[in-house]
């Protein structure tokens, strides 16, 4: 049984930090690529970043690059998404994702609320 639990979440001021974590189980972590995504209020989910299996690639939406660092500890069945100089606009609810055996798995979500 697929499990993705996302922690980390929170109220940050506008300039702060935050890193999220996802842990997971039921599927190989090691030898799966991974993504986060994030949904605001009022708006469609969307992608945030992505992982290479074990970590040599990545890559961001443009509204999150040079902020945001993906990574992952295949040790510990662990994705992390580090976010720095968060904005008023990156509030939203984060999301870890993975496609196993061609199924979509999300986990539950974690709200990050950037607010002064």
């Known amino acids: 049984q697929v499990q993705l639990v996302e922690s980390g979440g929170g109220l940050v001021q506008p300039g702060g930090s935050l890193r999220l974590s996802c842990i997971v189980s039921g599927f190989t972590f090691s030898t799966t690529w991974m993504r986060w995504y994030r949904q605001a209020p009022g708006k469609e989910r969307e992608w945030v970043a992505f992982i290479s299996s074990r970590g040599y690639t990545t890559s961001y939406a443009e509204s999150v690059k040079g902020r945001f660092t993906i990574s992952r500890d295949n040790a510990k069945n662990t994705m992390y998404l580090e976010m720095n100089t968060l904005k008023p606009e990156d509030t939203a609810v984060y999301y870890c994702?993975?496609?196993?055996?061609?199924?979509?798995?999300w986990g539950q979500g974690t709200q990050v609320t950037v607010s002064s």
């Open positions: 994702y993975v496609q196993v055996r061609s199924i979509d798995y």
